[in-house]
């Protein structure tokens, strides 16, 4: 038999590169980002549920996982299959506020870097939740401390648990109130509350943030997701495109004049009407029965 020449051999293996690989492989898997375990996410019944699941740290939330929240808001806003979302924590927290570990030492930071920040990150959130197109339910189960009181401000509707707090924790530190706090809380509770509330950054009772104004509704907490479902189930039901409309007038009407808010109403009138659901609720009132809203 005659021998094969080495440069014979290494050609017949190039030509079959497979035989040093085991009979069965296993297909490659794309790795998990971590942080997906740490904002959890779902869609159903045209409800996009959001929640934070972190119990260890009260759900304080890191630049990571505000950036999926954001990414998540965006979303929705965007997904016509998404009519309603709803925000929520796991364990004794809604959102203890923003984890500061692992931020620069004081001395290391240059001139424009935290308003940088702060602009990019705890405002673009706050911003995400006033800007989606959709309407946005808080249901707050635990501790709302800084800008995880905020986070719950900002949104359309806020069911808070009895054993839920709220607190303007900044002043604690010696911090100016971010993440929209002094924008939101005059606006909800008039300027003297506010500033009670921020000077002092006493926790405030579910039952008092209720009689303020702050929270919609307060359940006992075993009916807290119980009731989130049913007001988003009766949002996700509702005329998608009115109440995005609705959201946007709202929002606006406390930094305008009356001439343009009156006219910003028109037009958002003139633009719903060309919506399948105006029309069918034009429809179904004609017709003498209960409309039946597509999102359309």
């Not at 719950?152 to 971010?178: H, Y």
């Not at 958002?268 to 999102?295: K, L």
Request: contains cysteine; hydrophobic residues 45%.
């Amino acid at each position: 038999m005659t021998a094969q020449k080495p440069d014979q051999m290494m050609a017949q293996k190039m030509e079959r590169p497979h035989d040093s690989l085991p009979e069965e492989s296993v297909d490659s898997v794309d790795p998990v980002d971590p942080v997906d375990s740490l904002v959890l996410h779902a869609t159903d019944n045209h409800v996009s549920r959001i929640t934070l699941n972190r119990p260890d740290a009260l759900n304080a939330i890191t630049p990571d996982q505000r950036e999926r929240l954001i990414r998540l808001l965006g979303d929705a806003s965007a997904d016509p299959a998404v009519r309603a979302v709803v925000i929520t924590g796991t364990g004794r927290g809604f959102c203890a506020g923003a984890d500061l570990r692992g931020g620069p030492p004081a001395g290391e930071r240059t001139a424009g870097d935290v308003a940088r920040v702060i602009r990019s990150g705890a405002q673009r959130l706050i911003c995400a939740v006033l800007d989606c197109e959709k309407p946005v339910i808080a249901a707050v189960n635990g501790t709302a401390a800084g800008i995880g009181a905020h986070l719950a401000f900002a949104c359309d509707l806020v069911l808070a648990a009895d054993s839920a707090r709220f607190i303007e924790v900044f002043v604690r530190r010696g911090l100016v109130p971010d993440g929209g706090g002094a924008y939101l809380l005059p606006r909800l509770i008039g300027p003297q509350r506010a500033k009670e509330l921020m000077f002092f950054g006493d926790a405030l009772t579910a039952a008092d943030a209720g009689r303020l104004g702050l929270v919609n509704r307060v359940v006992p907490a075993d009916d807290l997701e119980k009731t989130a479902r049913e007001w988003s189930a009766r949002l996700a039901a509702g005329p998608t495109r009115a109440l995005a409309l609705t959201k946007q007038l709202v929002n606006a009407s406390l930094d305008t004049d009356r001439g343009s808010a009156f006219a910003a109403e028109a037009a958002a009138q003139e633009i719903n009407m060309t919506t399948a659901d105006a029309a069918e609720g034009v429809t179904s009132f004609v017709e003498r029965r209960s409309p039946r809203f597509e999102g359309r």
